[in-house]
T-cell receptor, first 110, second 113 residues
């Protein structure tokens, strides 16, 4: 597994707006995952996208993957205050040993 | 929905003491992990465990650390002689396979004084 570099480091938006976070990685991957961490809590898996997929949806989440650019994006539509959390991407050949970066800290203001 | 449970939620210990952090992974999961997060820092991988043995460990996981699955349900992390720098949140995780997402517990906050 390898660490993803999330960008931006911090994002502050109003409730109802969309939030977009980006992730870049260095070497080829078989899959890429996005996790969320609420303050002081464990990580929650959001979505896994495989290298042969370009886009995946889950509820208000949309993830894209561009293997040629070694990048991914996470879009949260119609954000809510409860979406306030840190978001991490991590990729690799398997999903076991995960390496996390600093993440994107999202604040959604009511 | 099944979840990974960790106990205790907060443990305070004195430097040099042994601590055991406990985890109950999801019942049909086969791969188990410990991660830690020092306050304000990244979540770091410690160790992975499969088929009753360690499959991979990080540099952090030195001789002071050990893991065990003493029965069919618990997965423990032992720190033999705690140091101040062991103060952190410790997260247990489990999964069904090597290409499946990890399920994390809510962590044990270890404070070493």
């Amino acid at each position: 597994s390898q660490q993803g570099e999330e960008d931006p480091q911090a994002l502050s938006i109003q409730e109802g707006e969309n939030a977009t976070m980006n992730c870049s990685y260095k070497t080829s991957i078989n899959n890429l995952q996005w996790y969320r961490q609420n303050s002081g809590r464990g990580l929650v898996h959001l979505i896994l996208i495989r290298s042969n997929e370009r886009e995946k949806h889950s509820g208000r989440l949309r993830v894209t993957l561009d293997t040629s650019k070694k990048s991914s994006s996470l879009l949260i539509t119609a954000s809510r205050a409860a979406d306030t959390a840190s978001y991490f991407c991590t990729g690799g050949q398997t999903t076991g040993k995960l390496i996390f970066g600093q993440g994107t800290t999202l604040q959604v203001k009511p | 929905e099944p979840e990974v449970t960790q106990t205790p939620s907060h443990q305070v210990t004195q430097m040099g003491q042994e601590v055991i952090l406990r985890c109950v992974p999801i019942s049909n999961h086969l791969y188990f992990y410990w991660y830690r997060q020092i306050l304000g820092q990244k979540v770091e991988f410690l160790v992975s465990f499969y088929n009753n043995e360690i499959s991979e460990k990080s540099e952090i996981f030195d001789d002071q650390f050990s893991v065990e699955r003493p029965d069919g349900s618990n997965f423990t992390l032992k720190i033999r002689s705690t140091k101040l720098e062991d103060s952190a949140m410790y997260f247990c995780a489990s999964t069904t396979g090597m290409v499946s997402p990890l399920h994390f517990g809510n962590g044990t906050r270890l404070t070493v004084t």
